[in-house]
């Protein structure tokens, strides 16, 4: 594999990881939301039902909607 090659793979590498990451967020965060609308959890305790750790809930709960 020649350099531009080995780049050009690294970057699509790079891009479907990324990709992977969002959809777990949004995957988390549908779940977070899910566990507050039916179980009237607050968002702290849907976040650690599911097992998130406290600073990964910071990043997190930052992002959804008040």
């Known amino acids: ?3 531009t090659m080995l780049e050009e ?3 699509v590498c790079e891009a479907i990881d990324q990709m992977i990451r969002k959809a ?3 995957t988390t965060m549908q779940s977070i939301k899910n ?4 179980l009237h959890w607050t968002a ?5 039902a599911l097992g998130i750790s ?3 809930q910071e990043a997190l709960l930052r992002k959804l909607p008040s």
């Not at 702290?44 to 650690?48: D, K, N, R, V, Y």
């Open 1 to 3: 594999m020649t350099g």
């Open 9 to 11: 793979a690294v970057i």
């Open 24 to 26: 777990e967020e949004r």
């Open 35 to 38: 566990l507050m609308a039916n």
């Open 44 to 48: 702290e305790q849907a976040a650690s």
């Open 54 to 56: 406290e600073e990964e």
